[in-house]
């Protein structure tokens, strides 16, 4: 069977791992070729790497990096952050990552979605969604006893959850599940979906929406945000069709190391790789 | 000397990765007579079958493929090409193996790709193959596709998704993973290991 998996994101800036990330028996907690390594014999399944560097022009620490992590790492993984056009997306293929990640390039110009597919393949292409309840939305959800008694088409019409850009700061136009639904159909071979409503909570993941979309869509869903202890992660993938869990803060500083997530899972009757 | 297939497929860069890490030479190229003489052969890649047979056609590779009498391990899109035909782009490819190339068919509690991690299963009429020794039982290994081969006379190893797959082929010199060794984990190291010390 197909095992779930887990995903430790590391967020990256001039080539270096944000401060924070605390790493017992580490030598440079701010490398993140070192982390890497770190987490692939840890048995995390995948690695993603999100590039927080302000400047435009960051091919020039952000490509030897991922050249870097190529030649240490034994399992796939992810870049991201600030890729929004062709010839860098190509140029990460390139020096070895198995998937670039895109968020507001494509919520700016859908159309990078085609053509990023037709130049790389489907398999290579994440699409990030940053999603948020709209105060209506809210609204409604409280009124009633469960989202389960709001028809489906009530859910959809009444744009409860929209996406948002800039980190969670800018609302756009557009209505989470018809965004991706567009997503799919413009050829993303994935969708990283980060509930900025539950990020960082530590509370448990935005489990309505990831249900929601994880049986509309074919395509695989990344869930993120929220995530904070092994039942968050096993409700996770008990009551939604989520592919994998990603999370961060919780990995980094050794709040729930990913053997102990794993071994929770598996008693929990989840199937994950554990060799 | 390994010699790694060089075509208009991407991720070959992985597998040279992959090699490194185990400390054995490898060299990118699609010199023919640089294949025939290397002592082992990496058929590699990711991408769509109907554009990597017509490369390999124009220039003459797919013969060369088809003639090499050391050791040749097919990876991902490298293993579909050594079978009989795929339905992506409706391709005639190389028949080495006597099985067909078929999509997913996709539901939404099957994601297509089938992409992540997943079991091998041997259990068929070629057993312990050398390939697939020394490895702990129940162990899964990286897969990223949307295409597959049946189930044939060459089967090592299957995978089940939707409908059960070969997840490795073998026949006379010809080796071949559906799964990626190179990004699977300890498991993938073995897999190589077992195939550069034949």
């Given amino acids: 069977m197909l095992k779930k998996r887990i995903i430790p994101c590391l967020d990256i800036k001039d080539g270096r791992t944000v401060k924070g990330i605390n790493f017992v028996g580490l030598r440079d907690a701010g490398d993140p070729v070192e982390l890497a390594k770190q987490y692939a014999s840890q048995g995390a399944d995948e690695l993603c790497f999100l590039d927080i560097t302000a400047t435009i022009e960051k091919r020039d620490t952000l490509v030897p990096l991922v050249r870097e992590i190529a030649s240490v790492l034994n399992i796939p993984f992810t870049v991201g952050g600030g890729i929004s056009d062709v010839s860098l997306a190509k140029e990460i293929i390139k020096a070895g990552a198995d998937k670039i990640a895109i968020n507001s390039a494509a919520v700016k110009r859908p159309g990078l979605i085609n053509e990023l597919a037709a130049e790389l393949g489907s398999q290579c292409i994440v699409v990030a969604v940053d999603t948020k309840c709209s105060r209506e939305g809210g609204k409604l959800i409280n009124q009633s006893a469960s989202l389960d008694q709001i028809p489906p088409q009530v859910r959809n019409d009444q744009n409860i959850n929209k996406v948002f850009v800039a980190g969670g700061r800018v609302e756009t136009e557009l209505e989470t599940i018809s965004w991706c639904e567009e997503i799919e159909r413009r050829g993303a071979g994935e969708i990283l979906l980060t509930s900025m409503d539950h990020d960082g909570t530590k509370n448990g993941f935005a489990l309505e929406i990831t249900d929601v979309l994880s049986r509309k869509l074919s395509i695989p869903i990344i869930a993120s945000g929220g995530g904070g202890t092994a039942a968050h992660f096993e409700e996770l993938f008990k009551d939604t069709q989520a592919s994998a869990g990603l999370a961060a803060s919780i990995f980094h500083f050794g709040e729930l190391p990913v053997p102990e997530l794993k071994k929770q899972l598996l008693e929990a009757g989840i199937t994950i790789r554990t060799t | 000397m390994i010699a790694i297939v060089k075509y208009n497929a991407g991720n070959i860069g992985s597998v040279t990765n992959a090699l490194n890490r185990l400390g054995v030479e490898s060299k990118v190229t699609d010199d023919p007579t640089e294949l025939k003489t290397a002592e082992k052969v990496i058929f590699p890649g990711v991408g769509e079958a109907g554009t990597a047979m017509k490369y390999l056609r124009e220039r003459g590779l797919d013969q060369v493929i088809k003639e090499l009498k ?71 290994v990286y897969y990223v596709h949307s295409y597959c081969a049946e189930i044939c006379e060459s089967t090592i190893s299957s995978c089940d998704y939707i409908l059960p797959f070969s997840s490795a082929l073998q026949k006379d010199n010809f080796y071949a993973t559906q799964f990626h060794p190179e990004k699977s984990a300890t498991v993938g190291e073995q897999i190589l290991r077992n195939f550069i010390e034949f």
């Fill in chain 2, 70 to 140: 050391q050791p040749v391990l097919g990876i991902c899109l490298g293993m579909q090409l050594m079978c009989n035909h795929s339905e992506e782009g409706d391709t005639d490819c190389l028949r080495i193996f006597d099985a067909d190339v078929k999509r997913f068919l996709n539901t939404s509690e099957f994601k297509v790709p089938h992409m992540g991690w997943n079991s091998i299963n041997s259990e068929f009429r070629i057993q312990n193959s050398e390939l697939l020794a020394s490895l702990e039982t129940n162990v899964d």
